[in-house]
Nanobody, 123 residues
C-alpha cells in the first residue's frame, strides 16, 4: 500500500506564491508517476502537473505552464508543487496522487490519493 500526505496549503493574496508538498510512504517502486490535481467547488477534479520516476520528466496542464513547477526529492520520497502568480481562479483543494508507470493526465488513471490541502487565493 501507498500513503500520500499533502501539506503547504493556505490563504494567499492574488499574485502570491505557495509551495505544496506531498510525502509518499509505503511500497513505492519505480517506475511511477506522481501527479497534482485540484478540485474547485462545483467543478470536476482536474490535472495540474505530474513528474515521473525515474527520469523526472514533467507534464503540465496548459493553464499552469510558466506559473507552476513540479519537482521531487527522491531521498525523502517527496514531490513539490511551486505555485507562483496565483489568482483567485486557482482556489481549490489540491491533491497529490500516484500511479504505477508513466505520467498520464487522466484522474482515473491514478490509484493512490492524498487527503488534499486547501489553497485559497484572495483578490
Amino acid at each position: 500500500q501507498v500513503q500520500l500526505v499533502e501539506s503547504g496549503g493556505g490563504l494567499v493574496q492574488a499574485g502570491g506564491s505557495l509551495r505544496l508538498s506531498c510525502a509518499a510512504s509505503g511500497r513505492t517502486f519505480s517506475p511511477y508517476a506522481m501527479g497534482w490535481f485540484r478540485q474547485a467547488p462545483g467543478k470536476e477534479r482536474e490535472f495540474v502537473a505530474a513528474i515521473s520516476r525515474p527520469g523526472g520528466s514533467t507534464t503540465y496542464a496548459d493553464s499552469m505552464k510558466g506559473r507552476f513547477t513540479v519537482a521531487r526529492d527522491n531521498a525523502r520520497n517527496t514531490v513539490f508543487l511551486q505555485m507562483d502568480s496565483l489568482s483567485p481562479e486557482d482556489t481549490a483543494i489540491y491533491y497529490c496522487a500516484l500511479r504505477w508507470g508513466a505520467v498520464v493526465t487522466a484522474v482515473s488513471a491514478y490509484s493512490y490519493w492524498g487527503q488534499g490541502t486547501q489553497v485559497t487565493v484572495s483578490s
